[in-house]
Nanobody, 122 residues
Framework: VQLQASGGGLVQAGGSLRLSCAAS????????MGWYRQGPGKQRELVAT?????????ADSVKGRFTISRDNAKSMAYLYLKMNSLKPEDTAVYYC???????????????WGQGTQVTVSS
């Protein structure tokens, strides 16, 4: 599975952005998906995850402001992160992530996208 993130940019505090992640390859093996971020001088942290059944989980710092969603279309799968009421502390590189389970091989794997920069100015 290959992941391609996009949608980052520079936004003022209080503004909104929508991140997208396009997944290609063996998308039928995708189980859970999620967004993670790594701020300057910080460790990578979980932002939000969404399971195959649509159940979601959010970091406390983004609850009520961010919304994760996913969608499938033909040979592609898509992951989104709608970010509202952005704060300077949301500044980070955002990475999409996917867990895959291949029952044929069998194999469990974890995949990362290349990251997209989000900068929130005060």
């Amino acid at each position: 599975v290959q992941l391609q993130a996009s949608g980052g940019g520079l936004v003022q505090a209080g503004g909104s952005l929508r991140l997208s992640c396009a997944a290609s390859g063996s998308i039928s093996t995708i189980n859970g998906m999620g967004w993670y971020r790594q701020g300057p001088g910080k460790q990578r942290e979980l932002v939000a995850t969404i399971a195959r059944d649509g159940s979601t989980n959010y970091a406390d710092s983004v609850k009520g402001r961010f919304t994760i969603s996913r969608d499938n279309a033909k040979s592609m799968a898509y992951l989104y992160l709608k970010m509202n009421s952005l704060k300077p502390e949301d500044t980070a590189v955002y990475y999409c992530n996917a867990d895959t389970i291949d029952f044929v091989i069998p194999e469990v794997a974890n995949h990362w996208g290349q990251g997209t920069q989000v900068t929130v100015s005060s």
